[in-house]
């Protein structure tokens, strides 16, 4: 019988039956991938610890007629104060809804799980604004994957020496103010926010979090983050909304 023994987070459950669970989980070596957890639900169950939600683990999967099933996981990370806390919960859930999207199955994706691993680790672990995180989320998976926007200079001519800086979503990328001719509808950014998306996009993964952002600046990126996924994803995720029910810091 084939097997596949692989480390992941789990992205996704759907009870199934009496008490099974089909857990869709986000894995190094074959991307995403679901597996069959039989009597997961019940409290004795050997996968009530390793196959909750964003609980980072090392699976093994049994690979049967039409889908796998869940043979054992051994939890490393739980992430337990993501599903304590609805608002780290519901950033936790959009950034889940991008990489269900954006993921296959069966298609290696170790840079994204482990930039997935490490923005968890910030908004499980950390005070860092949950916002924060999640823009940077964003912005790197959309480089990842190959959708970066173009941030080392003006995308039209080319100079480095932009004093001012425009930000163009039909150009994806900066525009410096003399080539705003060429997007009528590129929209001005601050050098905070200019600066952080470079960070974003170029630093090292080891820095890529390790920076503080004004609230002027996080409210650009957020703007600009909302509109880009919207174009390059097609597709508006809504699940962020639900926190304006809350006063969130
Ligand atoms: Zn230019």
Redesign the pocket.
């Known amino acids: 019988m084939s097997y596949v023994r692989t480390k992941g987070v789990v992205l996704k459950e759907v009870n199934t039956g009496e008490a099974d669970k089909i857990v869709t989980i986000l894995s190094r070596s074959h991307g995403k991938i679901s597996g069959f957890a039989k009597s997961a639900r019940r409290p004795k169950s050997r996968f009530v610890a390793g196959a909750q939600l964003f609980c980072y683990s090392e699976f093994v999967l049994f690979k049967g007629r039409d889908m796998y099933s869940l043979n054992s996981s051994d939890v490393i990370e739980p992430f337990y104060e993501i599903r304590n806390d609805v608002i780290k919960l519901t950033y936790a859930a959009h950034m889940v809804d991008i990489l269900d999207d954006v993921v296959q199955e069966g298609q290696p994706s170790p840079r994204v799980l482990q930039l997935f691993l490490n923005a968890l680790y910030m908004l499980a672990k950390t005070e860092k604004s949950p916002e924060l995180i999640t823009r940077i989320f964003e912005f790197r998976l959309l480089s990842i994957i190959g959708y970066a926007p173009f941030v080392k200079a ?1 995308i ?4 480095q020496e932009m004093d001012s800086v425009l930000f163009s979503f039909s150009k994806c990328g900066f ?2 103010r ?2 705003k001719i060429n997007d009528v509808h590129a929209i001005d950014i601050s050098v905070g926010a200019y600066k952080t998306l470079r960070h974003i996009i170029s630093s090292n993964l080891k820095d890529l979090f390790n920076f503080e952002v004004s609230e002027q600046v996080l409210n650009e990126l957020s703007r600009i983050s909302k509109k880009y996924l919207k174009d390059r994803l097609e597709k508006d995720y809504k699940k962020l909304d639900f926190l304006k029910h809350f006063n969130t810091p």
């Open positions: 003006c039209s001519c080319g100079t525009l410096c003399a080539c």
